[in-house]
Each structure stands twice: as structure tokens, then as C-alpha cells.
């Protein structure tokens, strides 16, 4: 196999667990640290080392693997005199996490002045990505950081250098806007079939192939039509995600209407609904209410 890693993740949510244990599986040495440990277990219980700090998971890694909430989360760790310790030149801090591109660019040249080198690689795939090893990962920084990681990415997916850094970051709010938007047209698609009496599942399978086809109209159509909102992305963090997208295109000069608009239809889903940690394609509630359905 490809050069064998000693790793430390930081942050064993949704994602993390199965892209720790895809790492595990292709043969990397791995720590992990959480800040509840219970959600580290399902990774411990298969091998991998369990730390009782963010610094001690570092202390012997090559390569920092941080997956957490927002940038805010990730910056944090700096403030950690102790992991300030272990942060030694020729180390690799890969951040996985979706933040905002500013948060990677300052995170890096941080680092840079410490000799130890950065990327910010988010991804796109959800938990059914992260369980297959085949998330979309997006990698900014120098690319011979990224050839150094290639065996790193290739246990969890397919990764493309995009950019230098930041570039990671800027390219998965793209995604999301995507995603976010494509969720919303997709709502009214279904509900539109739905109400006017056709079978949704079989329109979705008339579409496949079409223009109007993806992965959204087939896995989170299904999702609408049979009322599954159990978490894969969370609506919380879709909204952050479309703040940060809203943010970076306010400093463009750029006014981003669809984008908005869905902003604000999650918005009212996550404060007035309840829907914060229920599925992003959960947005077909907000939806359903809006057109006095019972949901």
C-alpha cells in the first residue's frame, strides 16, 4: 500500500466516524480525540487510540485530520497552550472541516511561521460518502502538500487540488449553494407530483438520466415522499454554510438572490420549525407548512 500514516482526528461526529474508520481500513495508524468521548467509541472499539486531549492525539502524529463544526471550532485549538506545543515543524494540519475560506487563510499562515504546513480540504458526500470512502474532497494548498497526502485522501475519497488555500473552502460553498438550492427545487418538485397525483417514485425514475436528474432528486426525493429526516447533513449547519457563502460574496461584491432566499427558508425551518438537527432535505417541511400542510 501507499505510505502509512501515523494520524490524529480531531472530531468523531456524523462524519468523522466512518472517515476514521475508512482511514483505519487502508491501513493508517490513528488517534482520536472528541470532546464527548462516548461519540469516539464506535472508531476506539476498531482499533484506534483513544487521547484525553486534543494535544496528546497530536503528540505523535504526522498529520492532523480536524472535522469540526466551523472555523470558529478550529481556530479554537490554537488557543490551547498545549497543543501550541506539539504543533512542530514538518507537521501537516489538514483541516476537513467547513469553514469559511478567511478561516483556512489565516489558519495557514499561522502555521507557515511554524514550519508546519496546511490544507483545507472540506468535502461533499454526506454520511453515505463518508461510509463508502467516496466523498468529493476538495483540497487547497500547495500541491506538493497534496501529493504528500494523496494516500490520506485516497482512503476517504476523491480528492482534487482546487487551488491554494482557501480555495478548498470557496469551492464547497459553491457546493453547497448548490446543494441547498437543488434541495429546494427538488421540494417543490416532489410536492408539486405528489399533490397533483402522480407516483413520485416514478417520476423520479422517469427523470433518471435527464437533465433534471442527480443525486439529490433521487436520495433526497425518496427522503421527502417517505418523511425520513433522520440526520445525514444537518439543516444547522446547511444554513451555516450558506451564511459563509453569503459572507464571501458580500466581500465580492456579489449578491447571490437564490442563495438568500434559501438562507432564510432554512432559517425559519431551524428557529420557528424545530429543524435544526434534522436532515437538510427537511426543508420540505418548511415547505409543506408554508402551504398550511400538515407535516
Known amino acids: 500500500m501507499a505510505q502509512k500514516r501515523n494520524i490524529a482526528l480531531i472530531g468523531t461526529g456524523l462524519m468523522g466516524v466512518p472517515m476514521s474508520l475508512n482511514l ?22 476498531k ?53 469559511k475560506p478567511e478561516h483556512a487563510r489565516t489558519l495557514s499562515s499561522r502555521l507557515s511561521s511554524m514550519g508546519v504546513a ?19 474532497i476538495m483540497a487547497g494548498g500547495s500541491a506538493d502538500t497534496f501529493d504528500v497526502l494523496r494516500p490520506v485522501f485516497d482512503a476517504m475519497g476523491r480528492a482534487v487540488h ?22 429546494s427545487a427538488v421540494a417543490e418538485a416532489m410536492l408539486l407530483i405528489e399533490q397533483g397525483g402522480a407516483d413520485p417514485a416514478a417520476v423520479r425514475d422517469a427523470l ?11 436520495q433526497h426525493g425518496a427522503r421527502m415522499s417517505a418523511g425520513d429526516f433522520a440526520p445525514g447533513g444537518l439543516s444547522k449547519f446547511q444554513r451555516k454554510d ?30 420557528h420549525m424545530g429543524g435544526a438537527d434534522l436532515d437538510h432535505s427537511g426543508l420540505y417541511l418548511e415547505l409543506k407548512a408554508r402551504n398550511g400542510m400538515p407535516s
Open 24 to 45: 483505519m481500513a487502508a491501513g493508517h495508524d490513528l488517534t482520536v480525540w472528541n470532546r464527548t468521548q462516548s461519540r469516539a467509541a464506535p472508531v476506539v472499539d
Open 118 to 136: 496546511f490544507m483545507d480540504a472540506p468535502v461533499s458526500g454526506g454520511t453515505k460518502g463518508a461510509q463508502a470512502a467516496t466523498l468529493a
Open 242 to 271: 450558506l451564511d459563509n457563502t453569503l459572507a464571501e460574496a458580500a466581500a465580492l461584491g456579489l449578491e447571490l438572490p437564490s442563495t438568500q432566499a434559501v438562507r432564510d427558508r432554512f432559517d425559519h425551518f431551524i428557529e
Open 162 to 183: 482546487v487551488g491554494p488555500v482557501g480555495s478548498g473552502q470557496l469551492a464547497k460553498l459553491a457546493n453547497q449553494t448548490i446543494v441547498a438550492v437543488t434541495i
Open 208 to 218: 433518471k438520466g435527464g437533465f433534471a436528474d442527480s443525486v439529490i432528486l433521487q
Open 47 to 99: 482499533g484506534a487510540r483513544w487521547a484525553e486531549s486534543a494535544a496528546l492525539a497530536l503528540a505523535k502524529a504526522d498529520v492532523l485530520i480536524t472535522m469540526l463544526s466551523d472555523g470558529f471550532a478550529v481556530l479554537a485549538l490554537l488557543e490551547d497552550a498545549e497543543f501550541l506545543a506539539q504543533l512542530t515543524p514538518g507537521k501537516i494540519w489538514l483541516d476537513m472541516s467547513s469553514t
